[in-house]
């Protein structure tokens, strides 16, 4: 006796709308999309510019040139010139800095991110960062003016 596959001729048919599935939002933390240059601290592996993305109270995504052990704790520091007071006819003039603003915060590597890409036809081009979670936010206190350092 024969088997008589079942007709499957519906699944193809253009006629039928598709059932709209909702995107469900998981992330405990609302993302702010911004790229920032960040300082990675590490006590094994020194200090090193970065780019940090994708900021959010839990954590972020930083671009760097190496990637630390997963499970490394290192300090992110946000740092931001400010500038002095000036009146506006010297505003398009002069902007002078009179110090800087940080934001300091341990985090743990929790991810490593390797991406290859093309830029043209024949440019390979490769970045690397790092998923980082945020484990506290440090008060980093008065500074040291710079004169000061050896």
Do not use: W
Not at 5 to 29: A, C, G, N, T, Y
């Amino acid at each position: 006796m024969k088997r008589r596959l079942p007709d499957l001729s519906h699944v193809l048919d253009e006629s039928r709308p598709l059932p709209v599935v909702p995107i469900l939002e998981k992330r405990i933390h609302t993302r702010f999309d911004k790229a920032f240059l960040v300082v990675i601290g590490s006590e094994l592996y020194g200090d090193s510019f970065a780019i940090a993305r994708n900021i959010s109270g839990g954590g972020c995504l930083v671009e760097m040139s190496y990637a630390p052990p997963l499970g490394t704790i290192v300090t992110v520091h946000f740092q931001y010139v400010r500038y002095a007071e000036v009146s506006e006819a010297d505003k398009a003039q002069f902007c002078i800095p009179s110090g800087i603003d940080e934001i300091v915060a341990r985090a743990e590597v929790k991810h490593h991110h390797y991406l290859n890409f093309a830029r043209g036809s024949d440019d390979a081009a490769s970045a690397r960062g790092i998923g980082l979670r945020f484990i506290e936010f440090v008060d980093v206190g008065p500074r040291i003016d710079d004169d000061r350092i050896h």
